[in-house]
Structure formats: structure tokens, C-alpha cells
T-cell receptor
């Protein structure tokens, strides 16, 4: 299995609080991604990173920010959580080699009350 | 990205080969076919991918038709642990600047 660790695995918090999710990899892969998965929507890309300090927006980036200060860590922050951000969040990593697939972590289940 | 079409559900007897079809009739020459599966609420698990030729690894085989408009994922000896939703994705290689679009997939149920 790809060396990806997401933390925390589960979190319950209140509306308006800041939340940070962490994705840690041991593969030294260049590319990292944050997705959310909701019933009826499949997986949707939030943000991705193509190197240290290099990030870009995905299709559902509003309300989220990311940071990547080291190759191995990609942080997703909800500055002021809302109930619509209740979801399962998945991190993925990918090698820069041509055609290689993304590999996913086990996910973080986030509930915002 | 090319769109894919998969049957919503399939059953397969334990121990038999599971053959999961995928139609991608608008695929372009530089687009790969990727297969993932998701068991319960776990993260999507990569299975196999290919461009033109048939591929095989320890998990499965991927058969791509000569015109590349369809493919079949084969799980040679299905077990109960193969019960999952299987996703066929077509994606061009673009130096990592990519998102994977997961459709609704095929819900495969392995019957004891």
C-alpha cells in the first residue's frame, strides 16, 4: 500500500470553528490532492499541489485553503467550518512518472454540527 | 476527458471470474484507462491501468479492445472481499495537473 496517512480519521466539530486535516506521505511523490466525497456527487477535487509551496484550486475550493511546506505534508484547512462541509475527505498522491496512478489514503470523516 | 459508461450493478459467484465492462467510445489517443475500486467507505484503491495493450498484475487483468472504445476488467477468481464499487476512469496524462472524475461505477457483489 502507498505510504499515506491521514489524520485525524474522525472529527466532530461545531460550525464556525477552524479545522485542519493532515495528509502525510512517505513516498516522496511530487503531486498531492485533496478530494471530498458526498452521496450523489462522487469524489470532487478541492485543491492539489505540484510541489512544495505550489498549489492550485480544484472544482470545489471555496471555503478551503491548503499549504505544503514540506514534500511529505499537505494540509487542508477549513477556516470557518460550515455544515455543508460535512463530508469524507480523501488525500491522494502521485508520482511524477508518466501515466502513474493516484493512490488514496483511508480518509477523514468530518462532521460539522 | 472521455466519458465512461458502466453497468450500475453486477453479481458474480465466488471463485468465478468477474468481468466488468466499461465503454469509453470517445477516448483520445493520449488517454489512459484506469480502474479503481472502493470498498465501503475506504479510500479508492488503484487496481490497474493501460493505454493500448492488455495489462495484468497481481490483482486483475485489463483487456482493451483494438479500437480502444471499450475495456474489461477481469478479476480471475473472485472472493467475497472483492465486493465493492468499481470505477473505470479515462484520463489524459498532464504532468500531474489532473483530477480523476469518478462516475457512479459498477457495484459488484460476490455471491457465496
Amino acid at each position: 500500500d502507498a505510504g499515506i496517512t491521514q489524520s485525524p480519521r474522525h472529527k466532530v466539530t461545531e460550525t464556525g470553528t477552524p479545522v485542519t486535516l493532515r495528509c502525510h506521505q512517505t513516498e516522496n511523490h511530487r503531486y498531492m490532492y485533496w478530494y471530498r466525497q458526498d452521496p450523489g456527487h462522487g469524489l470532487r477535487l478541492i485543491h492539489y499541489s505540484y510541489g512544495v509551496k505550489d498549489t492550485d484550486k480544484g472544482e470545489v475550493s471555496d471555503g478551503y485553503s491548503v499549504s505544503r511546506s514540506k514534500t511529505e505534508d499537505f494540509l487542508l484547512t477549513l477556516e470557518s467550518a460550515t455544515s455543508s462541509q460535512t463530508s469524507v475527505y480523501f488525500c491522494a498522491i502521485k508520482s511524477s512518472r508518466d501515466g502513474q496512478p493516484q493512490h488514496f489514503g483511508d480518509g477523514t470523516r468530518l462532521s460539522i454540527l | 476527458d472521455a466519458k465512461t459508461t458502466q453497468p450500475p450493478s453486477m453479481d458474480c459467484a465466488e471463485g468465478r471470474a468477474a468481468n466488468l465492462p466499461c465503454n469509453h467510445s470517445t477516448i483520445s489517443g493520449n488517454e489512459y484507462v484506469y480502474w479503481y475500486r472502493q470498498i465501503h467507505s475506504q479510500g479508492p484503491q488503484y487496481i490497474i491501468h493501460g493505454l493500448k495493450n492488455n495489462e495484468t498484475n497481481e490483482m486483475a487483468s485489463l483487456i482493451i479492445t483494438e479500437d480502444r472504445k471499450s475495456s474489461t476488467l477481469i478479476l480471475p477468481h473472485a472472493t467475497l472481499r472483492d465486493t465493492a464499487v468499481y470505477y473505470c476512469i479515462v484520463r489524459a496524462v498532464n504532468f500531474g495537473n489532473e483530477k480523476l472524475t469518478f462516475g457512479t461505477g459498477t457495484r459488484l457483489t460476490i455471491i457465496p
